[in-house]
Structures are given as structure tokens and as C-alpha cells.
């Protein structure tokens, strides 16, 4: 081991006594580590990661998604305030949409959760969704991890709830939270897009002044909807009206979730969850260092270019450019 070798070994030890000891400049260091695409860094935060992982695994890991507009920041920002003031450390990983020109994140969460971000126990950490599928980056799993090592007993991971993020949530967490808005048939939309399938637990939000009736009458509909569509499989998902800006309802939700997870670990389904949800998460990195190490300098690159171009024109099927992808690194 070199000198320069040693001291990135110490530096990794200073940083994960500082996360463990729940220092704030530090926990943002680590994630900023893990979260770099750079070849340099990858070994580092492996590292870092084997010394945090006997700190981790002692949290709530909730995911929380819905369409744009249903308030998802200003629920997080009540519901994670609550939490603080009940003694609970809560870290919020934001998944931002991303900026076309940076790639940065766009929305700012620390902006949009005021209440939150003045909390002293509390930690918002927004990452752009750039170039990952679903709108989850790529190092959700892993930010879960060093935020658990620094301490946070209740980690929120907000995603921009498009395409195939509430799938990709629901893989990394303990408890999947929906969020709906109330009437303007979302209940519908939320079921063809199979939200009962996937959705632990389901809120209608902004179930306040005006819209108070309307949110009562959606989630009694989405309640009888579900208890029909969950007949014979398990037990629907239980469906509440909330108010994140008026900051009602916020505790049913919590009890909602501390009973489900009771359930969960009552019946041995807690640990079979996470343990399928790590073997998920090594088939997925395993995926991505392999692509990477495939085509890692120019001329792979360029193969991979060329083979992309071909099965966009229908020059070649995508089954038989991934085999001739294989050939040429000699797999």
C-alpha cells in the first residue's frame, strides 16, 4: 500500500467515526461519495460502506411517492416535524427532477420543506434523477445506509413519482406510502397503475377546507375498490385522508405505518423483505459494474455506440446485439 493509499484509508476511518458521531458536514461528504459516478471514488466508498454497514439497519426505511402536485414536500416536511418533536431522527433523500443543462437537482426540497430543514435532528438531502430509471438515483440504497450509520431512526425516501419509481421504491423500503389527490379520478388512475399491488399504505392528501369531503368520499371509494381487488390475496391496503398543510391526520398515518410494520415483523415478513430487497440490490449493481467494466475504455464504447445504432435503425434485434455485445469483450 502506498502513501497515498494510507492516507485515503485513514481519511475513510476519520470520516465514518464523524458520520457515526451524526456529523452533519460528514454525512453530506459520505453521500456525495457514494452518489459519484467517478471510477476514483468507487473504491473509497466501498470502503466506507463496509465500515458503516454494522451501524446500519436499525431504522424505518418509508418510501413516500404520488404524482406531481399532490403535495409530497409539504406532507414530508408536517409528517417528518412531527416526528422530530416525538423524539425520532428523520432524514429525508429527496429525489429531484433534474436540471436539463446541469444535471443538478431542480426543486430544492430544503426550500420546500422549511418546517423540516430548521429541524436539528432532522437531515433533507436532495439528489438529482438524471439518467435513472424511474426518477430513484442511483445511490438511493446506499444514501439509506449512511444516514442510518449517522444515527436517523426514520429515513423518508421522496421520489418525483413518474414512470417506474414507485416500483423501484417499494424494492429499497420498509413501508410504501402513495399519495393521491382527492376526485379528479386519481383513485382510478392510482389502480390502473397497479398502486394495489405495490402501495403498503395509501393517503389522500389535501383533506382540508374545501377539499375535506371530496378526500372522505375518495378514500371510502378507493377503500371498497381495494377490498375487492385484494379479495383472497392479503389485506388491502388501508387507505386514509390526510392533510400535510394542515398538518390533520398526520398521526393515523404513523400509526398506520407502526402497525403495518408490527405486522410485518410479527410474522416473520420484515426480514424476508429486506433480505430480498439486498439480493435485489447486489443483482442490480452487479448489472451496472459489469456494463461498466464491459465497456469501460474508448473502443468498447464505440462498439456499444455502434450496436445501439443498430438496433435503432432495425439493423440488428436487441437479442442479437447484446450477443454480439458479449462477443466483443470476449464473454
Known sequence: MDRRDSLDAEDIARLAERIAGGERAALARAITLVESRREEHRARA???MERLMPRTGGALRLGITGVPGVGKSTLIDRFGANLVAGGHGVAVLAVDPSSARTGGALLADKTRMPELA?????FIRPSPAAGTLGGVAARTREAMLVCEAAGFDV???ETVGTGQSEIMVADMVDVFVALMLPGAGDELQGLKKGIVEIADIIAVNKAEGANAERAG???AELRAALSILAAGERRPAPVLSVSG????????LWDAIAAFVGRQKASGAFPSRR????????????TERL???LFADGRGQEALRQLEEAVRQGRASPAAAVEAALSE???
Do not use: C, H, P, T
Open 118 to 122: 430548521g429541524e436539528k435532528a432532522a
Open 245 to 252: 398543510l394542515a398538518n390533520e391526520g398526520l398521526d393515523s
Open 329 to 331: 469483450a470476449g464473454l
Open 291 to 293: 456494463q461498466a467494466r
Open 46 to 48: 466501498l470502503a466506507l
Open 155 to 157: 429515513v423518508i425516501v
Open 217 to 219: 368520499r375518495a378514500a
Open 275 to 286: 433480505a430480498e430487497q439486498a439480493v435485489g440490490w447486489f443483482r442490480a449493481m452487479l
